[in-house]
């Protein structure tokens, strides 16, 4: 299958860099938003999920009834939905967008985030209920008699499904993370393993770690999940320019912290970005790291820095370890969807293509 791009959904103008504070949804924007992604060449869109803020379901299918290609992947915590209840939601989407529909579980990286929702689970135990999640989702999508469940996290009786898939197969499952959980959770079932940009040995040696278990739990190699790692691209016509956009994308980041980010973080993956940062600034081509450092690795937060050309080059080298969903999303939210679409994603489809024709190094290395 060839390599797919992703981009996060944003419902506002709002930004790390200028953020405007308790602001909503602005529908204009979030339209226009989707259509700028539809219209660049998109495959995908991350409609993300946090405890305060708006319902993903909703703006998912927002975002379905205003375009036409671009899936829509609605992050979901199993403890906001019950899973019979999340099939039929997530079926009906996929109904609504022509069979567009995917879902990305998150297991919950804090336990104070997860109290906030009424979950008390420890991570382990939260990693068990999604097991149990992605087995409900499947067989509520796989077949419309009545069913019966009873373990650990869920009991129901006769549970009968009528809202169908548009895709025989069901909707793609997603799963992230950095711990042997997740590893396990997500090698063994998912269809798409989600990670955050680290350089290539370790991006490698968690993609063999994934691998590692999707054959422990009897997966072939043609039934791997799908590798999706994410990035923060900040390109500029030269490289010269381009750190220099850089440098003052840091300085707006430290000024614009957000109260309590310097909390430390439960998360793996956290955990391994700052200890990644702390080993220099700058890894492999272009992956800058005091982004992370200057976000207390919030979320996704490493960027790449460079000229169209680098960057592109920088994403190749993640497709040769085997990642082929490359989610990228900047800082100026909207012009940089449109930088992407007119200078990254055309020009690494284009040394794709030209790599499948010449049987050829992708980057010319």
């Not at 019966?148 to 909707?171: A, H």
């Not at 079932?189 to 490698?204: N, Q, Y």
């Not at 800082?331 to 679409?341: K, S």
Request: glycine residues 8%.
């Amino acid at each position: 299958m060839p390599a797919e791009f992703i981009s996060l959904c944003f419902p506002n103008p709002s930004t790390e860099l200028k953020p405007i504070p308790n602001l909503g949804v602005d529908p204009e924007y979030l339209v226009r938003y989707a259509r700028t992604l539809d219209d660049a060449g998109f495959n995908y869109t991350l409609v993300p999920y946090d405890s305060s803020f708006l319902d993903p379901f909703t703006i998912g299918a927002t975002i379905a009834a205003v375009t036409k290609h671009i899936n829509i992947i609605i992050a979901l915590r199993p403890n906001t939905m019950y899973p019979t209840v999340a099939a039929k939601a997530l079926a009906t989407l996929d109904q609504l967008s022509n069979g567009r529909a995917v879902v990305h579980l998150i297991a919950g990286g804090s336990d104070s985030e997860q109290a906030r929702e009424g979950d008390f689970l420890t991570k382990d135990q939260r990693y068990g209920r999604m097991e149990e999640y992605i087995r409900i989702l499947r067989r509520a999508w796989q077949s419309p008699e009545p069913f019966d469940w009873d373990s650990q996290y869920y009991k129901f009786k006769q549970f009968r499904n009528l809202v169908r898939p548009v895709r025989p197969t069901g909707i793609p499952i997603s799963v992230g993370g950095s711990s042997a959980e997740a590893y396990r959770v997500g090698g063994s079932l998912a269809d798409i393993f989600g990670l955050w940009g680290e350089p290539l040995k370790e991006t490698r040696e968690q993609i063999d770690r994934i691998y590692a278990e999707a054959a422990r739990a009897g997966r072939p190699e043609t039934d791997r999940p799908r590798i999706w790692v994410t990035f923060r691209p900040i390109i500029a016509e030269t490289e010269e320019l381009a750190w220099a956009k850089a440098h003052r994308t840091l300085e707006l980041l430290k000024q614009n912290k957000r109260e309590g980010s310097d909390v430390p973080r439960q998360n793996v993956g956290s955990q391994r970005l700052l200890d990644i940062a702390s080993r220099g600034d700058v890894q492999d081509r272009a992956l800058w790291y005091p982004t992370v450092t200057a976000t207390n690795a919030r979320g996704a937060s490493t960027a790449l820095v460079g000229s169209p050309q680098t960057i592109v080059d920088s994403i190749l080298d993640y497709i040769e370890l085997g990642a082929d969903l490359i989610s990228i999303r900047g800082y100026d939210n909207l012009n940089d969807a449109i930088d992407y679409g007119r200078y990254i994603l055309p020009r690494v489809r284009e040394a794709l293509a030209e790599k499948e024709k010449n049987g050829s190094a992708v980057n010319g290395d």
